[in-house]
């Protein structure tokens, strides 16, 4: 199984990014896709996470009203559409597939994880 992350990259705040993640290798059809991020000296934190199973979202309460994940089943593809960022989300990101149907948000609960990808907000 491989989850290949992209998308980040140097932005101002206030701006946008989208984060992809493609999942190969898996071929079970309900799982969870999460977000997590990783800020310099700070523990790994889940940013948001969606279940193919049901389509339950979870938002970290830092990001809620600004971020939006979203996922193609048939595609196995998921999207974070990051909005009016700012410094403090400044981190590399990640994706990772939990083998669950119902929302997981801490990453001891996934079993496999993408590359991270950078993502800086600028003040």
């Known amino acids: 199984v491989q989850l290949q992350a992209s998308g980040g990259g140097l932005v101002q705040a206030g701006r946008s990014l989208r984060l992809s993640c493609a999942v190969s290798g898996f071929t079970f059809d309900e799982y969870v896709i999460g977000w997590f991020r990783q800020a310099p000296g700070k523990e790994r934190e889940g940013v948001s996470c969606?279940?193919?199973?049901?389509?339950?979202?979870y938002y970290t309460e830092s990001v809620k009203g600004r971020f939006t994940i979203s996922s193609d089943n048939a595609k196995k593809t998921a999207v974070l559409q990051m909005n009016s960022l700012k410094p403090e989300d400044t981190a590399v990101y990640y994706c990772?597939?939990?083998?669950?149907?119902?929302?997981?948000?801490?990453?001891?609960?996934?079993?496999?994880w993408g590359q991270g990808t950078q993502v800086t907000v600028s003040s």
């Open positions: 969606v279940s193919t199973f049901d389509g339950n979202t």
């Open positions: 990772a597939l939990a083998m669950a149907v119902a929302l997981e948000t801490t990453p001891d609960a996934f079993d496999y």
